[in-house]
């Protein structure tokens, strides 16, 4: 019987590439409908829930309302994402007039590094922006406030157009006490299944609560792409 190589012999590494999707220059108007077609399949469920109560399961009604409140807020973080890249990069390219937030951006040295060595090219700037802002979310009064205004689209401006009120410093504070309501109930049905933690009691719900919430999201991402969408037509030549 021949005796057996026992010798380890190397392995064979991996071979195959990690894929690099670079992230896509989406125009205004692509990531005005991303948020509409998102929230229309949102606004669907409301058949769910309407069917749903008619068979006498309203408990599983106000499951499908308190799930369209999470959806719908994480639609309009999602919404804040995409812009932030958008408006940042026009900045960034000359196109717009750049905020005052903006010239405080922080950039690690990686990324300094990169751009010197891609000087024909700005896509460092945008890919830094889509990994900077990836884990960051806009839904709180203060963030969203501050997130809006470093990306050139006053906060006070945006809630003046999405809820008119008397002026825009009224509008600026009309905004922020609801922006943060709606997160708070945001968190509550996420994380806590809309129950008060002193009681235990859940917080009640209804058709009408949520279709005002929508609306109010809605308010505001129309507000912003509307003032986004002049800034365009203003930095476009004649």
Known sequence: MGKRDLSLTPRNEETRERIIVSPVHFPLADIKQHFDESMQSVKEQFTVADNLLSEGNAEGCRIIWRSQIVFAES?????IHEMSKYCLFRMFIGEWQKSEKYKNLEIKMSKVEEALSAKESDEWFF???NERFTKDVFLSGDSMRDQLNLIGISFGEAMHRAFHKDTVNASD???????????DRRNKIAHQNDRDHSSAA???????FVEQYISDIEAIVNAIH?????KDEASSPA
């Open 226 to 230: 509307d003032i986004a969408k002049e």
């Open 173 to 183: 504070k009309h905004g922020y006490r609801l922006v943060k309501q709606l997160f």
């Open 75 to 79: 639609l309009l973080d999602f919404y």
């Open 202 to 208: 859940q917080t009640d719900i209804t058709k009408e």
């Open 127 to 129: 890919e830094y922006l």
